[in-house]
């Protein structure tokens, strides 16, 4: 990690070019940055306050609210703070190994006009790290001991110990809060605060409108300090489900949509003229977790999956890469993971996973000391269409060596309930994860996850070992061995089956140009998408 002073130029990521054109009268508007982006969701937000948000559509629309100090570049690297890019922060440096100094942009405003402080910063932390208020990303900043405020735009952080990921810790996780508007605010009334309706934020957008049920509206702010967004103004239109909010980018009823999922969709869309596909690497990954627990009982071994050998049998068994085919097809737009991870991460790498490739022989050598009927409940949600389909091939496939596999179809809500609390044997999951393999995979796989994201208690102390040792890692390659050596040792202990890791495929309509996506979060640079003035119709004319 770099412990120089790093400086940067502050920046309008060249939104400020040729002549400014503003809204009529009337309301209405023509020429440069008069688009409106009509974005397709297939769910709506929870609330608009950074801390407790737990739904990424909430996330894409807070993120054009609210800034971070920086953020993560392009490569997606979480290692140091080389990649990062500078946001209410115009620069930084290193007083010490674990002291990390933000100098805020004295540009930097809230919506209401006033400064945003290193005040608005301290308060920020105190927020994310309260157990009252319980940020969902709580335990990602831990390692921060406090954040300080020496004068009104020097943020200084001090943190437990050095460590790989320190800088991303300390931005990555943390929109910037307005203390002004919610230091008054009692920490047990935040999930109802009215502010989660209404924000007003530091970004490039500004809250317009919430229909409830139907649309989110955000205007531009032309005053924005790193430039005017080209996109006049932002609209989500809320769907109840994926296939009709792709279906309405295809009639031109929306603009864009961030996944189209299945590939009968990216079929639909591909046949459409009027539109261009946006494939970037997936965040997701879907697989078949087994529970080590009995239920109801996590103090003793599940009868079936508590036993390491029938778990490996169960993976060996399966033709992940014939499942992949039948539901994916042949467009290449999913992989059998290599470990518990997304395409996303770089440390994807085929050779993790040889020793839990498909071998029926060594499946069946496996399962020959094992005696009596093996059977087990597969927990599944009805409302994912792609896992249904997954569950019925395990079924066949796992038929032939004994196992009665018996699926259970029930609504999202009770699969949430019954994982949290151990009442299953398998069920049929998939994790979103962020930039970070050595975060993800120590919230998802270790006593971290226990009742969350890790429901059939995988521990293993020597993986734990390995992983924070891979957070201790002073450069990103020493990082990257312990890490392989991690997914390795999971592979062996086999607590879940990889089954697929797509590629995420965008849909924009033509009309929009200059559309650049970043892997971990599609709207990060949605301020620099335009609609050329040749490309705007009516829509893009109406005044807020």
């Known amino acids: 990690m770099n412990r120089s002073r790093r400086s940067f130029p502050l920046i309008a990521a060249g939104l400020l070019v040729g002549s400014l054109i503003g809204c009529t009268a009337r309301g209405g508007c023509s020429g440069d940055y008069c688009g409106t ?63 990390l ?48 405020a020496p004068d009104s735009l020097t943020a200084v952080f001090r943190f437990h110990r050095p460590y790989a990921e320190m800088f991303y810790d300390a931005v990555y996780h943390m929109r910037v809060l307005p203390a002004h508007l919610l230091r ?54 809320f769907t109840p489900n994926l296939d009709v ?10 603009d864009a949509i961030e996944v189209l999922g299945p590939p ?86 085929s050779s993790l996973a040889r020793n839990l490739a498909h071998d029926s022989v060594a499946a069946a050598r496996l399962l020959a000391p094992q005696r009596g009927r093996r059977a087990f409940h597969l927990l599944v949600p009805t409302t994912s269409g792609l896992r249904r389909q997954y569950a019925r091939l395990i079924q066949a496939q796992l038929q032939p060596f004994g196992w009665d596999v018996r699926i259970d179809e029930v609504d999202l809500g009770v699969v949430q309930q019954r994982t949290s609390t151990g009442q299953f044997d398998a069920f049929l999951g998939a994790w979103a994860s962020g930039p970070s393999p050595i975060d993800g995979t120590l919230q998802n796989w270790t006593r971290r996850g226990f009742g ?32 392989r050596s991690a997914i390795a040792l999971w592979n062996s202990d086999a607590p879940a089956a990889p089954l697929y890791a797509p590629d995420n495929v965008a849909a924009v309509n033509r009309r929009v140009s200059e559309v650049t996506i970043r892997p971990d979060s599609w709207l990060a640079l949605v301020r620099t998408w335009r609609i050329p003035a040749s490309q705007l119709s009516d829509r893009d004319r109406v005044g807020n």
């Open 264 to 349: 009968a969709n990216v079929k639909r869309v591909h046949d459409v003229a009027g539109l261009t596909t946006y494939p970037y690497p997936g965040t997701t990954y879907g697989f078949l977790a087994f529970n080590l627990r009995a239920n109801g009982d996590t103090g003793a071994p599940h009868p079936v999956f508590g036993t390491r050998e029938l778990r490996r049998a169960v993976v060996m068994a399966l033709d992940r890469e014939g499942m992949l085919q039948n539901v994916w097809g042949g467009d290449h737009l999913a992989a059998v993971p290599p470990g518990p991870m997304p395409r996303l991460w770089s440390l994807w790498d």
């Open 37 to 99: 982006l009509v974005i397709a969701a297939a769910g709506e937000p929870d609330i608009l306050l950074p801390p407790i948000i737990q739904l990424a559509v909430a996330r894409d629309v807070s993120d054009q609210l609210f800034l971070k100090l920086a953020d993560v570049g392009m490569s997606a690297n979480t290692i140091g703070d080389a990649d990062f890019v500078p946001q209410l922060a115009a620069r930084w440096d290193w007083t010490d190994s674990v002291t």
């Open 245 to 254: 909010a792709v279906s309405q980018v295809i009639a031109g009823q929306a």
């Open 452 to 483: 969350g994201q890790n429901p059939g208690r995988y521990d293993n102390p020597q993986l734990d070992r390995l992983l924070e040792s891979a957070v201790a890692a002073r450069n990103r390659d020493a990082a990257t061995r312990l890490l």
């Open 184 to 237: 008054a605010v009692p920490r047990t009334a935040w999930q109802a605060a009215p502010f989660g309706r209404q924000p007003i934020g530091n970004g490039p957008y500004r809250f317009v409108r919430w229909n409830a049920g139907q649309s989110l509206e955000l205007a531009a702010d032309s005053t924005f300090f790193l430039g005017r967004p080209r996109l006049r103004r932002l609209i989500w239109r």
């Open 101 to 148: 100094t933000f100098h805020l942009d004295p540009r930097a405003r809230w919506q209401d006009g006033v400064p945003v402080t290193a005040a608005d910063v301290a308060f920020t932390f105190d927020i994310y790290s309260d157990s009252t208020v319980n940020a969902p990303s709580r335990s990602a900043v831990r390692e921060i001991i406090a954040v300080t």
